[in-house]
């Protein structure tokens, strides 16, 4: 792959990235205002408890799910651009991602703790910050 090419499919696929990332806000703030985890309910019944009952947390995993694949593609074709600032923002993103990913897993394993879903939070604003670096730093015309 030729390095303008790959420089456009890394670019296409980290946007991927930022609007998976964008769905994720909207279904996470909507789970946020209006889906109330009941108390109680740890671990396995958690879950069991979402996947059967909350549709907009179930959407919301498998989005975040994709996003997980989403940036391990991105660090892949970070590799591929040769560009130093593809690398750095594509292992930032991935780093955000997984912690989001992380902390989230526990927001619904602990039953909705705020800790969880703060942190969940910063993991979102920190992958939207560096897959938007990584797009904007690798312009054509850088």
Known sequence: MDNLKSIKTYRSVTMGAVHTLLALFVFGMIANLYVEIPEGLVSQQAWAWVFGNSAIIAIHIVLGTLLLLTAIASLIFSFKTGRTAAVVASVAGL????????????????GGSELS?????????????SYGAGVIKTKANR
């Open 95 to 110: 780093v955000f991602t997984l912690a989001a990913y992380y902390f989230g897993s526990d927001f619904v394993s602990a």
């Open 117 to 129: 879903s703060l942190l969940m939070a910063f993991g979102f604003l920190g992958a939207l910050v």
